[in-house]
């Protein structure tokens, strides 16, 4: 048998201690969940936790967070364990962040960073990697004080930097730059995709939202048939995904897998997601989907309600999804469930189990937002027809007979999206307005959504 010339070692995992506070108004029970879930952050790294510290106070310390007792205990932890990594719960200012370092002697994360980590692990596009790269430098650039106290001396040269300027200095300095072309390439990437979205206006375009690792990847996968990457970890899917959709026999939507939410994510890697988010702004439909299984689903749906309204989402046409079912061992809980939300949909994605009511509920959901309108045309004006035909699904179409002048008419019922209220009112209304006295009693058109008017 024959010697391999190098084998592929898997990459060492490092072991790291989770730290989190229980300021007043927060319970232990809740500190220890946001635990379990900062826990599998860690793992999803690729780090293995090997203790948890929970610390009570009656107020955060600004120079140490947990209180330099507290420190100084954790950093004999570290020494006895010989830890790599500390992670903590809460995001740490950049004085905390030299404090605790200096006292640690280890790296030092808090969850903010351990988020962004994995976000740069796992983008695969272009795209993913520019808007986690801004992300990452928004973040460090005022950290730089952890990062380069090694270097903070001061130091000239000719042709490099400014007299007496620090290394903190030109290293905040070529960040900055760098953030200017980051986002100058985002904007550029921005237009593309708005140039994209103005071709789909012809069909309802619905997202899937929800917390991270909900099954969202899952289910866009069943419904379009396509090869989506799903894996059972935390923040899989950073690109967000676009299918055509059919739904049923006469109608085909284009449905947009999108990144998942997650509990105090960074005001930054929001920011710098905005073309990716902009698929969930710019929706008709928001499919919500939830994992069923997990004990604080109640808690994911309010944050994913929140980080919404953050990002101006909230308010949209939705449907609840409850994934997962299968996974029940007590056919109770379902049933409890489905008493509580009427509404929702609840499915096993990786099953395919509830599909066919999944796309009833979707439909009526779509078909709540639009309406009918009755129009009659002169039949001999086809281009008015034609142009009617581009403004919105003409349903029927009737000749009758002469009313006015011995003309025929056409009686047209064409079905509208109140996302086209603003074309509504300025492409219709004047080809209303122009027969008027073709047909004395025409339908009156709605007024304008609020938010609409101009």
Same mark, same amino acid.
């Given at each position: 048998m024959s010697t391999p010339l190098y084998e592929i070692k898997p990459p060492t995992r490092e072991s790291a201690i989770i730290v989190g506070v229980i300021q007043p108004g927060r319970s232990r029970w809740d500190v220890s969940d946001s635990l379990d879930e900062l826990e599998l952050l860690a793992d999803t790294a690729g780090a293995d936790v090997t203790d948890r510290i929970e610390q009570k106070v009656h107020r955060i310390s600004a120079g140490w967070h947990i209180g330099k007792g507290k420190a100084n205990s954790l950093g004999q932890?570290?020494?006895?364990?010989?830890?790599?990594?500390?992670i903590f719960d809460d995001d740490l200012s950049p004085v905390q962040l030299r404090n605790l370092e200096k006292e640690l002697n280890c790296k030092l994360l808090d969850r903010s960073a351990l988020i962004l980590d994995i976000f740069a692990k796992h983008a695969r596009t272009a795209t993913a990697k520019t808007q986690v790269e801004l992300a990452q430098l928004e973040y460090l650039r005022t950290r730089l004080t952890r990062q380069w106290t090694h270097l903070s001396r001061q130091k000239g040269g000719i042709g490099?930097?400014?007299?007496?300027?620090?290394?903190?200095?030109?290293d905040r300095r070529m960040i900055g730059k760098r953030i200017t072309a980051l986002k100058a390439r985002l904007?550029?990437?921005?237009?593309?995709?708005?140039?994209?979205?103005?071709?789909?206006?012809d069909y309802s375009r619905v997202s899937l939202v929800g917390y991270t690792n909900a099954g969202k990847s899952t289910l866009m996968n069943l419904l379009a048939g396509s090869n989506v990457l799903t894996e059972d970890r935390l923040f899989a899917t950073l690109d967000a995904t676009t299918r055509m959709v059919q739904i049923s026999p006469r109608r085909k939507v284009l449905i947009s897998d999108t990144v998942g939410f997650i509990r105090k994510l960074p005001h930054d890697l929001i920011?710098?997601?905005?073309?990716? #988010?902009? $698929?969930?702004?710019?929706?008709? !439909?928001?499919? &919500?989907?939830?994992? +069923?299984?997990h004990p604080q689903f109640e808690e994911h749906q309010r944050v994913v309600h929140e980080t919404l309204k953050e990002i101006n989402?909230?308010?949209?046409?939705?449907?609840l999804v409850f994934n997962k079912i299968d996974a029940f061992e007590n056919p109770e809980h379902l049933h409890i469930l489905k008493k509580t939300y009427p509404e929702a949909a609840f499915v096993s994605a990786a099953r395919g189990i509830g599909v066919s009511e999944l796309k009833k509920k979707l439909i009526s959901v779509i078909d709540s937002d639009y309406e009918e309108e009755v129009l009659f045309l002169p039949a001999e004006d086809q281009n008015m027809i034609a142009r009617i035909r581009k403004i919105g699904e003409v #349903?029927? $179409?009737?000749?009758?007979?002469? !009313?006015?002048? &011995?003309?025929?008419? +056409?009686?047209?019922?064409?079905?509208?999206h109140f996302r086209t209220a603003c074309r509504h009112k300025k492409d219709i209304e004047p080809i209303v307005n122009q027969y008027r006295d073709f047909r004395p009693k025409v339908v009156a058109l709605p007024s304008p959504l609020p938010g609409n008017e101009k």
């Open positions: 932890l570290v020494a006895q364990r010989n830890t790599d990594l500390v490099t930097k400014g007299p007496g300027e620090t290394q903190i200095e030109t904007e550029k990437i921005d237009k593309q995709r708005i140039t994209q979205r103005r071709g789909r206006t920011e710098s997601f905005k073309s990716t #988010l902009d $698929e969930i702004r710019e929706s008709d !439909v928001l499919v &919500h989907v939830i994992d +069923a299984t989402a909230d308010g949209k046409l939705a449907l #349903l029927s $179409e009737e000749y009758l007979d002469a !009313v006015v002048d &011995h003309e025929s008419e +056409a009686q047209v019922v064409v079905r509208l």
